[in-house]
């Protein structure tokens, strides 16, 4: 579970530092996109974690919070950019 958990964290921050660099509006929204699938697996990854009680609800809380602020951040992102491709 631990690697699961790093392996979908880490990607969060590879793929934004990649949509930074997008050749187009069309692969900017593609990396964000991923970025958002990683940020929910890493949730998931979270609550399972939560769940076999690994870590305590008060460690993992803050890490869900931020990760579901993330997931809502490029969900927005997203949104607004294909509103304004229109």
């Given at each position: 579970?631990?690697?699961?958990?790093?392996?979908?964290?880490?990607t969060?921050?590879?793929?934004?530092?990649?949509?930074?660099?997008?050749?187009?509006?069309?692969?900017?929204?593609?990396?964000?996109?991923?970025?958002?699938?990683?940020?929910?697996?890493?949730?998931?990854?979270?609550?399972?974690?939560?769940?076999?009680?690994?870590?305590?609800?008060?460690?993992?809380?803050?890490?869900?919070k931020?990760?579901?602020?993330?997931?809502?951040?490029?969900?927005?992102?997203?949104?607004?950019?294909?509103?304004?491709?229109?």
């Amino acid at each position: 579970m631990a690697k699961q958990l790093i392996r979908s964290a880490g990607t969060v921050g590879a793929n934004y530092r990649a949509a930074c660099r997008a050749k187009s509006t069309a692969d900017f929204i593609y990396k964000i996109e991923i970025i958002i699938e990683e940020a929910d697996e890493s949730m998931y990854w979270l609550e399972v974690i939560t769940e076999a009680e690994l870590l305590s609800e008060l460690t993992t809380n803050s890490l869900l919070k931020e990760a579901n602020e993330l997931v809502s951040i490029f969900v927005a992102t997203v949104k607004t950019i294909k509103a304004n491709k229109s």
